[in-house]
């Protein structure tokens, strides 16, 4: 019972977290993609039964707190992009337009990225207008007074000269001038991956003084079409100042609005598992974020900012910039924006968990292997080596304390034998056969323990991580992001059928499966029924719970258990105790003796 210890306690834990994974996760996910799909035939056919677009569905103008008011959408995407003059966007990574009523981007899709792993089929929308049922947009505008006049907010017209297109080459610039002399110019501008910068240059013509304030919002009516999990967030996130990295649930959202306290630098946004819209406001101004759910007309989500109102004397003018994410969260991206434009703790836009200090660099080792190799499922296995090469001290003391504890068996037998039911005489005596021996019993549990964070940061990496999205391995592994896609009941594919979901079980969970039995056939069964029915049925049933995991994920864990399966034999051998493997692999085909009469 004393060699499986450790054993038994890395059996526990992880069947704890399997557990945990399967009731939080796996089976909240299959019963709302169910109902999401029958969402989607419901609105597909609400959809082809609209003969006549609606109303126009533009925000009301905002008031002196923030900008609210929405219209029901009902119209299709198509129907709504026609309706509004629009400025083409086009650069390497992005195509859409922009919305000339209000300036909005409301209109965006990501060239490099699929919605499923065939390249053919249709790209990413992060945008779609107001108008439409999955409306996303992110909006810049002001709020003024009657003396103000009218200025720029959601239906604003702005004009733009004839002809212009917004690339990474080619910036846009955009007018607009109010009844009280009061002129707005804005120059939008992007890179070649997912950042704009939009700069207004405000001129007061006028004969009085005006007093405004600056806004920003990102709006969504809906949720991901994909259930929430635990590990990771997604709704309403920001760095708001001295508060720091504020992430709030839309759950949350939708039972109270969170305001944190005003505050000068930072950004705010909306967050999903793959892409994010991010405003980042003047970083030398204070302002007042707002993470909140409308439900007057169409609900929706939104993460918003105002400024402090400022005072433009007549002549005076004034420049404001923002900056405006929307995209992929590319590990590389992120962390260029966060240095190139001084964004306070911008790569949390990623979440990395609490093992950030774990994952983060973990995500930098597997990425650097993808540069060498060019197969992120090569770069986990080169992962793994490195971190069992980092562990191997504490490995090798674990597997030393096995040993040695395997060496004191005839020993401890023979205390059994001794102190028969006196528990108290046999715990001293063993006690001291440990010190007498320089054992330590729970010496092995240490690098067990310690190994937990690098499965869940390594688990961390695989999930969020835009790089492990739809990144092939070898044969039928074309997304490691995704569970094995092939199952034994079909004969992997060979009959015409889909298996079930509680009964898929594709070909990597089986060989993690069979190193897991590898892995626990190098310690002799335990002489308990019950710790020997444990040892047994383990693997079978870790190979059902895993896979429905990334895997990625389940690659690694049947790699871990292969290299710890030899790196186990080695120390055993250098101390001079027999593997029991093989002995323990014949042992399950022996016969056992008939019971004597």
Not at 280 to 303: K, L
Not at 335 to 357: C, H, K, M, Q, V
Not at 556 to 567: D, G, H, M
Request: proline letters at 7%; one cysteine or more; charged letters at 20%.
């Amino acid at each position: 019972m004393q060699n499986n210890r450790n054993y038994f306690i890395a059996i526990a834990l992880s069947v704890l977290i399997v557990l945990a994974w399967q009731f939080l996760y796996m089976n909240p996910r299959i019963e709302a993609q169910r109902k999401i799909d029958e969402a989607r035939k419901a609105q597909q056919q609400t959809i082809e039964q609209v003969k006549t677009p609606a109303a126009d569905g533009q925000a009301a103008q905002p008031g002196a707190t923030a900008p609210s008011g929405q219209a029901a959408a009902t119209e299709t995407r198509e129907q709504a992009l026609a309706k509004t003059p629009r400025v083409i966007i086009d650069t390497p990574a992005l195509s859409g337009s922009i919305n000339l009523a209000g300036a909005r981007l409301d209109d965006l899709r990501l060239k490099d990225y699929h919605e499923t792993v065939d390249k053919s089929s249709p790209i990413i929308t992060l945008f779609s207008p107001a108008d439409t049922a999955d409306g996303y947009f992110t909006e810049l505008g002001y709020v003024g007074t009657d003396a103000t006049g009218s200025v720029p907010g959601p239906s604003t017209l702005w004009t733009a000269p004839e002809g212009a297109k917004l690339t990474d080459k080619t910036p846009v610039t955009l007018t607009y001038t109010n009844e009280k002399g009061l002129t707005f110019t804005r120059t939008i501008s992007v890179d070649d991956h997912f950042m704009f910068t939009v700069a207004d240059r405000i001129e007061n013509t006028g004969q009085a003084p005006v007093s405004l304030s600056s806004y920003g919002r990102v709006t969504r009516f809906n949720k991901p079409t994909t259930p929430s999990v635990y590990v990771l967030h997604e709704g309403f996130i920001g760095v708001i100042g001295e508060d720091g990295l504020i992430e709030t649930k839309y759950s949350a959202a939708e039972k109270e609005a969170v305001t944190p306290p005003k505050a000068t630098g930072g950004w705010l946004g909306i967050t999903d598992k793959y892409w994010a819209a991010t405003i980042i406001p003047p970083q030398q101004s204070a302002y007042e974020a707002r993470f909140s759910h409308f439900t007057d007309g169409q609900p929706r989500y939104q993460a918003d900012y105002k400024d402090d109102a400022f005072t433009l004397a007549p002549g005076q003018s004034v420049e404001l910039k923002n900056l405006v994410f929307a995209g992929a969260k590319v590990v590389p991206v992120i962390d260029g924006y966060e240095a190139s434009y001084n964004i306070p703790r911008f790569d949390r836009l990623i979440d990395w968990g609490w093992f950030y200090f774990i994952t983060k660099p973990m995500f930098k080792l597997m990425d650097f292997f993808f540069h060498y190799f060019g197969n992120f499922g090569v770069a986990i296995l080169c992962t793994t080596i490195v971190v069992k090469a980092l562990f191997f001290p504490l490995a090798s003391k674990q597997y030393a304390s096995m040993a040695n504890m395997k060496r004191m068996q005839p020993k401890m037998e023979e205390l059994k034998a001794k102190f028969g039911d006196d528990r108290m005489g046999l715990q001293q005596a063993t006690m001291q056969l440990y010190k007498e021996e320089k054992i330590n019993p729970i010496a092995g549990c240490w690098p067990v323990l310690l190994q937990i964070p690098i499965f869940f940061s390594l688990y961390k990496v695989i999930y969020i991580t835009i790089e492990m999205r739809h990144a092939p391995f070898f044969g039928w592994i074309r997304d490691l992001s995704a569970p094995d896609p092939t199952t034994i009941v079909n004969l992997f594919g060979l009959l015409p059928f889909t298996a079930p979901t509680f009964l898929h079980l594709g070909v990597w969970p089986i060989i993690m499966g069979f190193t897991m039995f590898l892995q626990m056939r190098m310690n002799p069964t335990p002489p308990d029924p019950t710790q020997a029915m444990i040892f047994n049925w383990m693997p079978l049933v870790f190979t059902f719970m895993l896979a429905s995991f990334p895997a990625g994920l389940v690659i690694y864990w049947a790699w871990n258990n292969t290299l710890s399966v030899i790196q186990q034999a080695v120390i055993m051998k250098r101390h001079g105790v027999k593997v029991e493997l093989f002995d323990n692999m014949k042992g399950l085909f022996r016969r056992k003796p008939a019971p004597s009469k």
